[in-house]
């Protein structure tokens, strides 16, 4: 490239004869940019479905499980942590925490394979998971039982269930608790 003296840059262009190698190298770049283009259109931005069968070793809480060395939290709902306390109708203190335990515990009591799909995975490392006995979901069945709420601020999925959880006064809806998330931050 060469500047004349009107400010016109003129370029220098390349002889339309190209030879057998330049030919070459252009027709595999050519090739090499359409399958770079096919792949990131289509397998290398896709998302992946993680999912199976997973075998529960223990219930930590009412919304954490362990399947050996892995550690499980069921996504779309939250569940009062273990120490924390409920009171009911007549203000009497119940350990909460301990019974939403208890309720995870007994869904899957029969069955400790789930199935359970990969949701994300949390700031403490943690799998968080949708995950179903049979044809149960236990997150939902969770909330419905009272003893979780709908995690609204990673999602909705479960908002139907805790109304109809708090229309009942089932678990923790029979009287006055702090919300695990408030709980957590005020302990």
């Not at 030879?19 to 792949?39: D, E, K, Q």
């Not at 003893?147 to 479960?158: C, G, N, T």
Request: hydrophobic share 45%; glycine share 8%.
């Amino acid at each position: 490239m060469r500047a004349s003296g009107s400010g016109n840059l003129i370029i220098k262009v390349l002889p339309l004869k190209m030879s057998f190698l330049s030919r070459f190298v252009f027709v595999c770049f050519a090739i090499l940019m359409a399958i770079t283009s096919f792949f990131t259109n289509t397998a290398l931005s896709a998302n992946y479905d993680l999912s199976g069968s997973v075998s529960i070793t223990q219930v930590s809480d009412g919304d954490s499980l362990r399947s050996g060395d892995l550690r499980i939290r069921l996504f779309g709902i939250d569940a009062p942590e273990l120490k924390q306390q409920c009171a009911d109708q007549d203000g009497v203190l119940w350990s909460c925490g301990a019974a939403a335990r208890y309720q995870l515990n007994a869904l899957i009591k029969k069955n400790k394979d789930l199935q359970c799909s990969l949701h994300d995975v949390d700031r403490y490392g943690r799998l968080v998971m949708l995950c179903f006995n049979g044809t149960t979901d236990i997150g939902a069945a969770m909330v419905l039982s009272g003893y979780a709420l709908a995690y609204r601020h990673f999602s909705d999925l479960y908002i139907a269930e805790e109304e109809k959880a708090k229309i009942a006064l089932k678990g923790i809806w029979r009287g006055v608790f702090t919300p695990p998330w408030e709980w957590r931050h005020q302990n």
